[in-house]
């Protein structure tokens, strides 16, 4: 994936599809081509029962002797692919057995149950970023030897924060209270939180998370008005889950804004949910609002 992605305009593969996801999004070529090598890789696994893209409309079984499902966004922050900036792969693992072809249904599995999450970051290094519910620990590609070194141990998400991560040109569609919290944040020392804050935005939710586990913060995509039928933006499966049980390991907290998220009972493999994640302390703030 790192190598297609280096590749580039020189590999024919940047622009679109011409395609719609099933979240009616357009496709962009190397969303369509990470899927693919991902689906490929993971069916080829003697391990794996079942698989769920965002990209996919349905679940794509794989090995009925199969012990594990997962849930893939094949590459979060495609829109970033153009102008060359940061992407990721975020994957979620779950435990589940059964002699019968998977179904939806059974892969309908709260966050909480999940055994491993994570992701790879494509930045000026390829990282790997993972939890089996021991802690968070990276790793780097060493390109040399085509191998992950464990560079980062236990990482823990810094109790205070100055940064915020969110999507400034939505704030007429948040929440009152959303509006009120993240207005506090802007006025910064001369407002009620009396300390100046920093806005920073990626455009890609693996790169605001991993910011986050590095140097702290908060992320926030919530719900807004612009279209109500949605209860967010993000998707349950593929982003929100994987992203909370990274930070809970690392000791920060992932809620919507009426529950923690790894408590949500799962509708529908494609369900959205809005999402604030980040150092405990502030999310904890921000929900006080």
């Not at 999004?25 to 893209?53: F, G, H």
């Not at 179904?103 to 970023?129: C, H, N, R, W």
């Not at 719900?223 to 390991?249: C, F, H, I, T, V």
Request: aromatic share 8%; charged share 20%.
């Amino acid at each position: 994936m790192s190598d297609a992605l280096k590749q580039g305009s020189l590999a024919g593969i940047l622009g679109m599809a011409g395609n719609e996801n099933v979240q009616g999004e357009e496709q962009k070529k190397l969303d369509v081509i990470s899927n693919d090598m991902l689906k490929d890789a993971l069916a080829a696994c003697p391990a794996v029962r079942a698989i769920a893209s965002e990209e996919e409309d349905y679940i794509v079984p794989a090995n009925t002797d199969g012990e594990y499902f997962i849930a893939f966004d094949p590459l979060d922050g495609s829109s970033n692919i153009d102008i060359n900036a940061m992407v990721g792969t975020i994957f979620s693992i779950y435990h589940q057995t059964g002699d019968k072809p998977a179904t939806e249904a059974d892969f309908l599995i709260p966050g909480k149950e999940q055994v491993a999450a994570g992701y790879v970051l494509y930045g000026p290094s390829t990282m790997l970023v993972l939890t089996t519910g021991d802690g968070v620990n990276m790793f780097t590609f060493d390109p040399t030897k085509k191998v992950f070194v464990l560079t980062h141990e236990n990482i823990q998400v810094a109790e205070e924060t100055k940064e915020f991560a969110i999507n400034m040109s939505n704030q007429r569609f948040w929440s009152e209270s959303m509006q009120s919290y993240v207005n506090d944040l802007v006025k910064g020392k001369d407002g009620a939180r009396g300390k100046d804050f920093n806005m920073r935005w990626v455009a890609a939710m693996v790169g605001d998370v991993h910011r986050i586990l590095c140097r702290g913060g908060v992320f926030l995509y919530p719900w807004d008005n612009k279209d109500p039928s949605k209860a967010g933006k993000l998707r349950l499966m593929y982003e929100a889950n994987p992203m909370a049980m990274l930070l809970e390991q690392a000791g920060g907290k992932a809620h919507t804004h009426t529950q923690r998220i790894l408590d949500i009972q799962p509708e529908a493999i494609h369900q959205r949910v809005a999402v604030i994640l980040g150092a405990a302390n502030e999310v904890d703030k921000c929900l006080s609002y």
